[in-house]
C-alpha cells in the first residue's frame, strides 16, 4: 500500500507538468506515458473509492502536495480528464504531441461507454462549448445573449457535482460542500458566482415538473438537464456554500432579484427562512420621514434594501407557492403584531408591507 501511496502522490506533480512549458519537449512516447500514468490514477479511485478508510488514506497523502487548486481523492478518477484538459489548453504542447493527444481522445475506452460517460472527449466538448461561448463576437452581441454562457457554466457545474454525488454515495458521505467548491466559485467575479449558483440551483430544483429549462429571467430555455441523482447529492453542496456564511448569503439575495429568490425559495425551504429573516432585518433599518411621506433607509450607507425593493420582494414570496405564500404572510402579521399592530399607515413598517401586499394580490386576482 506504501508504494501506491507514494505514486499517488506523483499526481500533483504530473497535472502541474501538463500546464507548464515542459510539455514543449514531449514527444509521442511522453505523451502517452503521461496518458498511462492517468489511466492508473483512474484504475486506483475505481479499485478503492468504495472503501472510505483506503479513500481517506489517499486523500491525506493527495492533500501533502498542498496543490492549487487543491486535489483529492475524486481527482484520481478524472486524472485523464484532467490531464487531457490541462495538455489541451496548454499552447505550449509540440505540434506531434498535440496529434497524438487528438488521436487518443477519438479513441475512447470500452469502459466510458454508458448513458453518462465520464469521457474525455464529453468534458472536452463541455470546455470548448463554455469559452466559445465566452468569444467576443463581430459585431459584439447584445447583454440579453449572455444568458445561454451562464446556462453552460450551470449546467458544468451540475455536472461536476453528480459525479461527486455518484462517488460519495457507496461510501455513505455527506452532502457537504467539497473542498474544490469554494476554490472553483472564488476564482469568479462574486457577483458572477451567485449568478451560476442561482441558475444551477434554479436548473435542479425545477427539473423535477418541467419539461424546459428557464434561465434568470424567466425565459424558457429548450433542454432538460434533470438527473437520477438526488437533489441532496447536487443541491446540497450548494445550499451549504451559500448559507456557511451569512454575509455571503446576504449578499447573495440583496444582489439577485426578487423573483428568482422567491422561485428559489419556493424549491428549497432551507432558503425561505433564512431570506425572510434577512428582509426582517433589512424592513427594521426603514424609518418614515413625514416630509417626504414614505419609509428611507436609517443607514444609508449600509447595505439594505429600499422600502420600494422590500415591498417588491415581500409581493414576490407571496405570488409563489401556497406554502411560501402562507409562511410569508404569516411573518408579515406576526411582525405587525410584535411593532403594535397598528391599522394606520405610517406607524409600522410591517402593517404597510403587509397592506401593500395584500394589496398587490387582490389586483393580481382581479386580473
Not at 457577483?191 to 425565459?219: C, K, P, T, Y
Amino acid at each position: 500500500m506504501e508504494a501506491v501511496l507514494e505514486q499517488v502522490e506523483q499526481l500533483p506533480a504530473l497535472l502541474a507538468g501538463a500546464s507548464s512549458a515542459l510539455v514543449r519537449d514531449w514527444d509521442s512516447l511522453t505523451l502517452d506515458r503521461a496518458l498511462e500514468w492517468a489511466q492508473y490514477f483512474q484504475h486506483v479511485h475505481d479499485r478503492f473509492r468504495t472503501r472510505p478508510r483506503l479513500r481517506e488514506v489517499l486523500g491525506r497523502r493527495l492533500r501533502r502536495a498542498q496543490s492549487n487548486p487543491p486535489i483529492g481523492f475524486p481527482h484520481l478518477g478524472r486524472c485523464p480528464q484532467l490531464l487531457g484538459l490541462a495538455l489541451l489548453e496548454n499552447r505550449a504542447l509540440a505540434p506531434t504531441a498535440c496529434r497524438c493527444l487528438l488521436h487518443r481522445l477519438l479513441q475512447l475506452p470500452g469502459r466510458e461507454a454508458g448513458p453518462e460517460p465520464h469521457s474525455l472527449a464529453l468534458l472536452a466538448r463541455r470546455k470548448a462549448a463554455s469559452r466559445l461561448l465566452a468569444l467576443p463576437s463581430v459585431p459584439p452581441r447584445p447583454p440579453a445573449d449572455v444568458e445561454p454562457q451562464l446556462q453552460a457554466e450551470a449546467q458544468l457545474l451540475l455536472g461536476r457535482l453528480r459525479e461527486e454525488g455518484q462517488e460519495a454515495e457507496p461510501a455513505g458521505e455527506s452532502a457537504g460542500p467539497p473542498r474544490w467548491l469554494s476554490a472553483v466559485l472564488e476564482q469568479l467575479p462574486m457577483s458572477r458566482a451567485f449568478e451560476v449558483v442561482a441558475a444551477a440551483l434554479l436548473e435542479q430544483g425545477s427539473g423535477a415538473d418541467r419539461a424546459g429549462d428557464w434561465d434568470l429571467a424567466g425565459n424558457s430555455l429548450e433542454g432538460n438537464w434533470a438527473s437520477a441523482v438526488g437533489d441532496k447529492c447536487v443541491a446540497g453542496p450548494l445550499l451549504s456554500w451559500l448559507l456557511g456564511n451569512k454575509e455571503r448569503f446576504s449578499a447573495f439575495c440583496l444582489f439577485l432579484p426578487g423573483s428568482l429568490l422567491a422561485s428559489l425559495a419556493g424549491y428549497y425551504s432551507q432558503l425561505s427562512r433564512p431570506y425572510l429573516d434577512l428582509l426582517t432585518g433589512c424592513g427594521s433599518h426603514l424609518l418614515y420621514d413625514p416630509l417626504q411621506g414614505r419609509w428611507v433607509v436609517s443607514c444609508p450607507d449600509k447595505a439594505v434594501l429600499s422600502w420600494e425593493q422590500l415591498r417588491e420582494r415581500f409581493t414576490c414570496l407571496c405570488q409563489g407557492s401556497d406554502v411560501l405564500k402562507g409562511q410569508t404572510q404569516a411573518a408579515l402579521k406576526l411582525l405587525k403584531a410584535q411593532d403594535g399592530d397598528f391599522q394606520v399607515c405610517g406607524l409600522s413598517v410591517w402593517t404597510d408591507l403587509l397592506m401593500e401586499v395584500e394589496e398587490c394580490l387582490r389586483k393580481d386576482a382581479e386580473y
